[in-house]
């Protein structure tokens, strides 16, 4: 047991280490050399979890789209909880903010690919249980939308990034929602809906906790 923590550990420092480097540098122009010192592992240690730079690109992806909101009984308030959520930690958790840089760079995603797949998949996913149980207008077709949010995300976030090192991404995000909602949304179900920027952040203090991707055990 104390072996399998040993091995939990030093694989969340590894990934750790990975987001912050791949957050400030960017893939190509991050090296194994600078995460391993960051890490203060061995490289041995590294490369038993991750047997290259583009495996560990791959698992920056997966711990970001880790982070989920709570169940909530309005389907659709839990996909605005998400992105909302989003939207609080990106200035704050390199994991986050890495998987943001990861997946807009053009010759680096060719490599390790994308989390924004994942991300359309679960909003999706959720938005066709919105439908379901009559969340959402009958003509709003939940893959379309889910591929639109997360392309405006993305914008929103960049153009936050750039503007202001995303000192105001949560009020932007928030606007976002503000304007698409209403346009899928049956009213009943409007009303009752949190939109309100700060959202993300009574979330995250009540609820969020180390993304699984980062403690999975070693295989």
Known sequence: MA???RGVRT???VLEAAAVVFAENGYSA?????????????????????????????????AQVAYVAPPHELKLQEWVDGGLLLAHVLPRDPVV?????????PQGREHYGSAWPAWVDVSAQTLTEAKERGEILAHVVPRQTAELIVGAFHGVQLY???????ADVERRIA????HLIPAITVPAVLVRLDLAPDRG???????????SALVDSAR
């Open 11 to 13: 694989r969340r420092a």
């Open 160 to 166: 936050s990034q750039l503007e202001c090192g995303l």
């Open 3 to 5: 072996q399998q923590e």
């Open 30 to 62: 991050a090296t194994v050399s600078e995460i391993l010192q960051i890490a203060g592992v061995t490289k041995g240690a590294l490369y038993f979890h991750f047997d290259s730079k583009e495996a560990l690109a791959r698992g920056v992806l997966q």
């Open 97 to 105: 903010r890495a998987g943001a840089v990861l997946s807009s760079d």
């Open 201 to 211: 952040a009574r979330l995250y203090s009540q609820a969020v906790s180390i993304p």
């Open 175 to 178: 606007v976002l929602y503000e």
